[in-house]
């Protein structure tokens, strides 16, 4: 799957999302989202631009792989995804093969759906307010104008094409 989605800084989430209640997006959930990347033993995926992570999403569990930007204008990127059963020994399984716990991402995701664009109102712990806009679908130049013209529409500004990972280890 083509994961594509935009990320913009937003110190007022409360704001935003009576802007959206107003345009009638629909509020689809409220997640809380604990990430924990794996530095690869035999390759920088920091310079290759890629990402191993394991995710705990409210009751569920899954493993991400995430390839490098394939957009200048976007995070589009290759991503496959799996449910995962047992978080720890999956954990485990990825250690005893030489991958190393790295950074840990934890965040409160509130999601709405507003015309088949996903939007993401994220408080980061470490960074703050964010909004990501993302599109699930076959029909990529649709998705991306649909996402751009939600982002006029909604008077975001900037594009941060950084991971929150990313974010993190260079704040620190």
């Known amino acids: 799957m083509i ?3 935009i990320k913009v800084p937003c110190p007022d989430l409360k704001a935003l999302e009576i802007r959206l ?3 009638g997006a629909r509020l689809a959930g409220d997640l809380d989202q604990e990430d924990v990347y794996f530095s ?3 390759r920088d995926f920091g310079a290759t631009d890629e990402a191993l992570r394991l995710r705990r999403e409210n009751d569920r569990s899954r493993i991400t792989y995430k390839g490098p930007k394939l957009d200048r204008d ?3 990127r290759e991503e496959i995804e799996l449910e995962v059963e047992d978080l720890h020994r999956m954990s485990q399984v990825l250690e005893r093969v030489g ?3 790295h950074y840990r ?3 409160r995701r509130r999601v709405y759906i507003h ?3 996903q939007i993401c109102l994220d408080r980061v712990v470490g960074l703050g307010g964010f909004v990501e806009l993302e599109y699930e679908g076959q029909d990529l130049e649709e998705g991306k104008r649909k996402i751009m013209e939600l982002k006029h529409q909604l008077n975001l500004e900037g594009n941060e094409r950084r991971s929150y990972l990313e974010l993190l280890m260079e704040k620190k």
């Open 21 to 23: 209640v107003e345009m």
């Open 40 to 42: 690869h033993p035999s």
């Open 105 to 107: 991402v934890v965040k």
């Open 3 to 5: 994961e594509l989605e």
């Open 115 to 117: 015309q088949g664009i």
């Open 74 to 76: 976007t995070k589009m």
């Open 99 to 101: 991958f190393i716990p």
